[in-house]
């Protein structure tokens, strides 16, 4: 099966950058989504296909991807921005494959 | 605009059953890529079950066999049955509305809110 590897945590001033990572084999070769959970919400979508940004995202979040690593980088934060945050992507083996989820904290 | 309600979600002995609904609205059911994600409390989102458009699905191992993913057209819902439930089925649910790219990529754009399955006796 394949894995996605995200840190449990990451925490950031407002109005700095947080940049939340996913790990996978080759990562670079594939399509990764990440997604915006918050308590008692929908999950959002905020980055598809590594740097496409759906209608109504902020252009502070922005994705890249390359090698071994998948990024997720939010820039100017603000505390409207605490969530988990969550890599995905299809593996032609394993399907639909998400990572552990990265908590965003706000100081 | 795309929304998606579920419902259905309670709590339920081991070995009990469970039917899930997901009401859609601002788009077809019948001509759509959507899932079943369940999110672990502590433990993130797997998925489920996916149907696709042509009707074909999928299930994750963990569930083969006792889960069945169905539509119904004319109420415009999507369903999850759920048999033989267990502990570890505990989570909440989310239907999700998806692009699929055959043999590139899936994801998907639209989700519920959820419904809380909780298995215990």
């Known amino acids: 099966s394949y894995d996605l590897t995200q840190a449990l945590s990451v925490s950031v001033a407002p109005g700095q950058t947080a940049t939340i990572t996913c790990g996978g084999h080759n990562i670079g070769s594939k399509n990764v989504h990440w997604y915006q959970l918050k308590p008692g919400q929908a999950p959002l979508l905020v980055i598809y296909r590594d740097t496409n940004r759906p209608s109504g995202i902020p252009e502070r979040f922005s994705g890249s991807n390359s090698g071994n690593t998948a990024t997720l980088t939010v820039t100017r934060v603000q505390a409207g921005d605490e969530a988990d945050y969550y890599c995905q992507l299809w593996d032609t083996d394993s399907g639909v494959v998400f990572g552990g989820g990265t908590k965003l904290t706000v100081l | 605009e795309e929304q998606l309600v579920e419902s259905g979600g309670g709590l339920v002995q081991p070995g009990g059953s469970l039917r899930l609904s997901c009401a859609a609205s601002?788009?077809?059911?019948?001509?759509?890529?959507m899932a079943w994600i369940r999110q672990v409390p502590g433990k993130g989102l797997h998925w489920v079950s996916i149907?696709?458009?042509?009707?074909?699905?999928w299930y994750a191992d963990s569930v083969k066999g006792r889960f069945t993913i169905s539509r119904d057209n004319s109420e415009n819902t999507l369903f999850l049955q759920m048999n033989s439930l267990r502990p570890e089925d505990t989570a909440v649910y989310h239907c999700?509305?998806?692009?699929?790219?055959?043999?590139?990529?899936?994801?998907?754009?639209?989700w519920g809110q959820g419904t809380l399955v909780t298995v215990s006796s």
């Open positions: 601002g788009f077809r059911v019948s001509s759509s890529f």
């Open positions: 999700a509305l998806g692009i699929t790219m055959p043999r590139v990529t899936e994801y998907f754009h639209h």
């Open positions: 149907i696709h458009k042509t009707a074909d699905t």
